[in-house]
């Protein structure tokens, strides 16, 4: 299990140097000690994972912070490279896989399944505007939605008198993990010893995540285990599917170390793939996409074509073919600017070359043309042409 993990992390982490990467990560692990998911602070280097798994999900958003509504999931699992993971998230994700892995050693819990939860709650620390910053903090803050029960939403009434969520009326998630109040109290965990148990620090919320999913039984490496766990996460099986798309993306190295402290724009890049419109939209959008990127008639297919594929090769190659002392590359550049230029509406023609022939396109196009061969037929015609003019 350590050995393929390993490999998958050299893999990936192209943008770092592995020994210092390494290095740093094992001297915060050795240096440092954790709290215990408790109210008080343990002692002892790894957390504390309960033995019975929580009733509570992490997380009830039906459409979590992290996800551009509009791209779906073919839009966010095909960016997965190039929206990058940010180099202080990726540490957390590991450091939640050692400590998790000392701590509950039967869960096996891969870095890449919390790095996948990470992306779809919050984008890695980076929606609504966020960045992620050296230390691991989302700044300003990631804040969901007040759980209502508007709009589709779940219901849950303040449960820390806005201390943790500023809403003293309704629960809302929070950090970059996404935790509702209630359950981050219950495992809440100060991961990088700062003295606090941040939701907004990703050392903390990784961690934290990283409890609730070994808590109980169960093998996170097996699909049926990881499935399991995330549906405890978030109850709804449409994330279920979108979290383990990602994560096993994340596990054969789909990804990307990026910088810290920098945010990310959507990433819909097209209106075609919008998936707030109808299919007719965006079948619509596509047409006029194409259109759009097509060129315009007698611009590039004519002028350009008749110029340069006449004047050039015919000019080339007419020229430095035809002379006589031309070689069989030259006279090809004839005959390639030649039909280039006839496709184009050119009318400077390119000679032969090769051994000097007086031969033009011209005549040669002529004598096939009037053998009986047609300009619609140009396999043939460009045949008929190159038997003359060799």
Not at 176 to 187: G, N, R
Not at 305 to 328: E, V, Y
Request: proline share 4%; glycine share 16%; hydrophobic share 35%.
């Amino acid at each position: 299990m350590g050995a393929r993990k390993l490999t998958r992390w050299q893999k990936a982490s192209a943008l770092v140097p592995m020994a210092v990467l390494v290095g740093a990560w094992g001297a915060a692990l050795t240096n440092s000690t954790f709290a215990t998911a408790s109210d008080g602070s343990g002692g002892g280097a790894v957390p504390d994972v309960p033995s019975t798994a929580f009733d509570q999900p992490a997380s009830v958003q039906e459409t979590p912070g992290g996800i551009d509504p509009r791209a779906g999931l073919n839009g966010t699992v095909a960016t997965l490279s190039t929206n990058g993971i940010p180099s202080a998230a990726l540490y957390a994700y590991r450091r939640a896989e050692t400590l998790l892995g000392s701590a509950d050693g039967s869960c096996n819990l891969p870095w890449n399944l919390v790095a996948a939860i990470g992306r779809v709650e919050s984008n890695h620390g980076r929606s609504d505007g966020n960045s992620l910053s050296a230390d691991g903090i989302a700044k300003p803050g990631i804040y969901g939605v007040p759980l209502d029960g508007n709009d589709g939403r779940a219901k849950v009434a303040d449960t820390d008198n806005g201390a943790i969520d500023k809403n003293s009326v309704y629960d809302r998630a929070v950090g970059p993990l996404q935790f509702i109040p209630s359950t981050w109290k219950s495992v809440a965990v100060d991961s990088d010893n700062d003295g606090m148990k941040n939701p907004q620090d990703i050392d903390d919320a990784a961690t934290s995540a990283g409890i609730y999913l070994c808590a109980g039984p169960g093998n996170l490496s097996t699909e049926q285990g990881a499935a399991a766990a995330v549906r405890r996460y978030n109850h709804s099986q449409s994330y279920v599917d979108l979290v383990l798309q990602v994560s096993a993306a994340y596990a054969a190295g789909e990804f990307t170390q990026t910088p810290n402290d920098f945010s990310t724009a959507s990433v819909l890049t097209s209106q075609s793939n919008d998936q707030t419109l109808t299919e007719a939209q965006r079948k619509k959008a596509k047409r006029a996409e194409n259109n759009a990127n097509k060129p315009p008639k007698g611009t590039d297919g004519g002028t350009d074509g008749g110029t340069d594929g006449g004047t050039d090769g015919g000019t080339d190659g007419g020229t430095d073919g035809g002379t006589g002392g031309g070689t069989t590359s030259d006279g090809l550049s004839g005959l390639v600017g030649g039909i280039l230029g006839d496709l184009g509406g050119g009318s400077t023609s390119g000679s032969s070359g090769g051994g000097g022939s007086t031969l033009t396109w011209a005549q040669a196009k002529a004598q096939c043309l009037a053998s009986g061969l047609s300009t619609l037929d140009l396999a043939k015609l460009t045949k008929c042409i190159t038997g003359l003019l060799s």
